[in-house]
Each structure stands twice: as structure tokens, then as C-alpha cells.
């Protein structure tokens, strides 16, 4: 038996997703700051000594973030690790319980990801829910208020209309989602729309 069969934990594919990304790295701070763009300078064309628009223009701000902690708790009686870490070992007692130390710790995160942060009172992260919102659950995120009226630039994208899934509505949000060069490159499903999506492309 070299290695453990783990039978319990799900497989956190979102989590392996974001973790791969390694977009943003923060080590320090009161807290967690994203400086966001929502608004374009002024500019355009002109001739000979055409006036220019140099009125100060508002075009970034800051989405802030308390930050979360998370933890595992690891305990081995003393008899337990003198029965399991000598040269007859099946599997090294403290490497079993790293290991799972490190499975449970991925669920647990992988679990705050789908939900919105009022979890454990509240010590919970943001999660998707809070993020994809159009600002009518979750007017705020982020520290950025009024996501639904004044900052609606903050607000996600969201279809309520509802019906049969279809390959058009999907191109259609995708669509909405695109922004210059920044495209959606993770769609996260049930397997029964993942099965009526992958049927009506095949």
C-alpha cells in the first residue's frame, strides 16, 4: 500500500483552476486592495488649436477585502505515532495526516468559493455568489457600493429571464462578458446542464 486512496474528498477542480492562475500575490497590508479601471480618459480627434478636454476624469478605483484565515487542525497521540513511524510502517502515520490535512483544507476553501461569505458568522471569504451577482442580492462587493445603479460597471453580468439551456444563450453571455481582450476561460455548471450543453453540440 504505497499511498493513500482517499475516499471521501471531491475532486476541486475550481480550486486547482484559480491556484494555477497565480495572477495576483498579496504578503502584507491593513488589507487586500484590486485597483480596478471603469472609465476612459478624454481624448479624440482635433485641428490646429482646437481646445483640449483637460478636466480631471474619475477612471479607477480600489475593491477592498478583509482578509480570511483558514485552518486544519493536526493531533497525533504519541502512542499512535511510536506504533505507525518504525521501519515496519504500511504508511507514515504523519505524512497520512499531512496529506489529509491538505485535502481537507482544499474543500473547505473550495467550499467558501460557492458560497457568499456569511458562513461561520461571517469569517468566511467572498465567494461566487457575492462575484457574479448584478448588484440586486449584493449591492456591495469588493468595498464598491451601488453595484445595480451608480457603479453598475461593477456588476456581473447575469441572465434572469431563464428557460431552456442553448448553445445561443451561452455565445450570448459570453459576449457580454468579453472585454477588449479579457474572456471568460472557466464556466462553472451542474453536470446536468453540462450534459444538455455538451447534447446540443454534438
Keep these: 500500500m504505497p499511498k493513500l486512496v482517499e475516499q471521501i474528498f471531491i475532486g476541486n477542480a475550481l480550486l486547482t483552476k484559480i491556484l494555477s492562475k497565480r495572477q495576483v500575490t498579496f504578503n502584507s497590508g491593513l488589507k487586500i486592495a484590486q485597483p480596478v479601471v471603469y472609465g476612459r480618459l478624454a481624448g479624440g480627434s482635433f485641428k490646429g488649436l482646437d481646445p483640449f478636454d483637460i478636466s480631471y476624469k474619475e477612471t479607477q478605483s ?5 482578509w480570511k484565515s483558514t485552518y486544519v487542525n ?34 473547505d476553501i473550495e467550499n467558501m468559493f460557492f458560497g457568499d461569505g456569511t458562513g461561520n458568522s461571517s469569517k468566511d471569504f467572498d ?69 444538455k450543453a455538451w447534447a446540443r453540440v454534438n
Excluded: F
Design 74 to 107: 493536526v493531533t497525533i497521540p504519541g502512542d499512535d505515532l511510536a506504533k505507525s513511524e518504525g521501519d515496519e510502517k504500511i504508511v507514515g502515520l504523519v505524512q497520512s495526516k499531512m496529506e489529509t490535512a491538505t485535502m481537507s483544507m482544499h474543500e
Design 127 to 195: 465567494g461566487l455568489k457575492n462575484a457574479i451577482d448584478n448588484g440586486t442580492l449584493y449591492g456591495t462587493y469588493g468595498g464598491i457600493a451601488s453595484r445595480a445603479t451608480t457603479n453598475n460597471w461593477w456588476a456581473a453580468q447575469m441572465e434572469t429571464t431563464g428557460g431552456a439551456l442553448t448553445l445561443d444563450a451561452i455565445n450570448t453571455m459570453l459576449g457580454l462578458c468579453t472585454v477588449a481582450n479579457k474572456k471568460p476561460d472557466l464556466i462553472i455548471t451542474t453536470q446536468t446542464l453540462y450534459d
Design 62 to 66: 480600489y475593491a477592498e477585502w478583509d
